[in-house]
């Protein structure tokens, strides 16, 4: 499965989508966290336009591993606490 890959840099991803609906998603890592190939991720998040400050969009360069988002302003994120993949907005 992982061919030439180091495992220690490698993440799968398993989603279970039904009629265009996905129901759930799963990241499987090949190595324990403390042995894991991470490097600066590079977040960046833009605001959806339309949103008045009520929905982002969150992205990065490399993996990131554990994503907490915070604010000092009252309200409540729909995820935390979750992996970003290259690629794959959140």
Sequence with gaps: LLADHDPAA??????????GTLLDRKDHFFREDKELKLEDPVLSITELSGSSGTMFIVECRKLARWVWLSTEQEGVFSDNFFELIPGISQ
């Design 10 to 19: 490698v993440v799968l991803r398993a989603e279970l989508v039904q009629n």
